[in-house]
């Protein structure tokens, strides 16, 4: 069983940025895919990155350029750097993990408000 908690969030300017963290609760070798997504008031939640078990990295459009997703199989955790932030990234965002065995896992958010 995988938990996943998420940490980070909070208030930025324009132009500032934030660094987001998601710790398991199991040892990440077992997750193949590590994603951030977000959802804004009255928004569907959508993919903002997305990194596999061997590195390989996509980006919504939106971030792309501006956001980069990491892991760290050392300290079972997931990272999204957010920088050049504009008030429409303000939204919770979600940790998703997906296991080797393609069961997937959601985290309880964390908050990120960016003003102008």
């Known amino acids: 069983q995988v938990q996943l908690v998420e940490s980070g969030g909070g208030l930025a300017q324009a132009g500032g940025s934030l660094r987001l963290s998601c710790a398991t609760s199991?040892?990440?070798?077992?997750?193949?895919?590590m994603a951030w997504y977000r959802q804004a008031p009255g928004k569907q939640r959508e993919l903002v990155a997305r990194i596999s078990n061997i590195g390989y990295t996509n980006y919504a459009d939106s971030v792309r350029g501006r956001f980069t997703i990491s892991r760290d199989n050392a300290k079972n955790a997931a990272y999204l750097q957010m920088n050049s932030l504009k008030p429409a990234d303000t939204a919770v965002y979600y940790c998703?993990?997906?296991?080797?065995?393609?069961?997937?896992?959601w985290g309880q958010g964390t908050r990120v408000t960016v003003s102008s």
């Open positions: 199991v040892n990440i070798e077992t997750i193949a895919t």
């Open positions: 998703n993990a997906v296991g080797i065995e393609a069961t997937g896992y």
